[in-house]
């Protein structure tokens, strides 16, 4: 037999979970579903620039985007890059995790390279900590560390580890 509390949740069970998700998934509609879905049909069918409104031109920008280059350029990498290097993203994490799992010689040590967030090693092959990567500037190869008269300021200087 059940109790009086677990017959009260069973009854509000079906819609506790939607007056949770109801504050959320309004502002999503009003402020994502909603825009997009209007833009999404109104812009392609004028001749609107930013701030500038527009008059209703029907098809003539996808017959002008059918005719032009840039278009076909990008479509077709934007193509090649989803199937070359997003399948590789998921299938190439997926084997080193498998490959973690097993037992031969050397595991060990690809283990700990594998795990071990602040080791990493730059183009020309010098592995470096991953603290002397935060501390160079862009564009830069001098590190920049803080200098011990100045306390936290910091300096440039020739005899860094990176």
Known sequence: MTTPAVSRVRRQLPTSPWLFAAPGLLITGAFILYPFGLH????????????????FVGLANFRELWHDDMF???????????????????????LLALLVQRTFPGITFFRSAFYNPGRRVDRRGRAHLGVAARRTRPG??????????????????????C
């Open 40 to 55: 999404t049909g109104q812009r392609p069918s004028t001749d609107r620039r930013t701030l500038i409104p527009g008059h």
């Open 72 to 94: 076909w350029t990008g479509l077709r990498n934007s193509t090649l890059y989803i199937l070359g290097v997003v399948p590789a993203l998921v299938v190439l994490p997926l």
């Open 140 to 161: 830069s190869t001098r590190c920049w560390r803080p200098s011990a008269s100045a306390g936290s300021a910091s300096s440039a200087t020739s005899g860094c580890f």
